[in-house]
């Protein structure tokens, strides 16, 4: 007896007493942890109203400034974070992935669980203006004819080409509101080259643009300036130009900086043509023109065209312009309109001009 009452005393008791301690405070959080399992099944696994069962404050009861928090979705663990709202779709613009359509926006998708701010429509930035000298110039170009042109592949390399020929910069606002005029008649192979080299150019310089070929019906005398005063008075039944550019279908740019818009005085576009060795031509007349170097146009070769001989009188009239312009013009035109057909890269208007006075 006298070698066991250390053990059942003293500081030799001391080990027997901090492990009943122990297990009394293990047994403690195995409740306490079994009563929060008890209470967060019982509450349909919803983290949000724990706090409330158990009368416990927390920040999740509410937001910043007393804002009441949002109900996260059962089913997800863990805080809500904050995301930025899905992008807005315009009506004509497809959704990525799917069609656009009407029921296209109340279908339920990942982006439907999240809660982002109104988009305002009229939120969208205007488009600033293009600048006076485009950034997409490539400057001289290689102009050959010797490939043939197919008219439906090419206009699916000008997608942003709309039908009849019209196009617009889609990131700016062109100041150039320019209606192309091609007199026309059996031409329709040199029309393809012209389509398949100018197109590209108009676009690269940023232009506002339409396509307009003014055919001549009938085997009559070719009357291409009274074609040019129809083309001029055509396009303005379609659209505001305000700039007027008349050109051969045979003529061809060789770069794209000789700019195809209006300037402050009248503009002589090909002041340079490979069928005069590249020499000024006209010189001396009061008009706007490129230098020779970015003036310089391609001729496509043919013969001449039966009722197309040169005008004996042209040069006298030319002469007496200032004295016949006033009564001999739009204000005295007349013609007859056939057709119009709406082609993918050009607007073609068949008309009678009737017969030469």
Known sequence: MRFREPLLGGSAAMPGASLQRACRLLVAVCALHLGVTLVYYLA???????????????????????????????????????????????????????????DADSRPGPASNWTSAPVSPGAARPLPACPEESPLLVGPMLIEFNVPVDLTLLAKQNPEVKVG?????????????????????????????????LHPILQRQQLDYGIYVINQAGDSMFNRAKLLNIGFREALKDYDYTCFVFSDVDLIPMDDRNAYRCFSQPRHISVAMDKFGFRLVFKGMSISRPNAVVGKCRMIRHSRDKKNEPNPQRFDRIAHTKETMLSDGLNSLTYKVLDIERNPLYTKITVDVGTPS
């Open 44 to 102: 349909g696994r919803d983290l949000s109203r724990l706090p409330y069962l158990v009368g416990v404050p927390t920040p999740l009861q509410g937001g910043s400034h007393g804002a009441p928090a949002s109900r996260q979705p059962p089913g997800e663990r863990g805080p809500r974070l904050a995301a930025p709202p899905p992008p807005s779709w315009g009506a004509s613009e497809p959704r990525p992935g799917g069609e656009s359509s009407p």
């Open 165 to 197: 020929g019209r196009h617009a910069p889609k990131d700016c606002i062109s100041p150039h509101k320019v209606a192309i005029i091609i007199p026309f008649r059996n031409r329709q192979e040199h029309l393809k080259y012209w389509l398949y080299y």
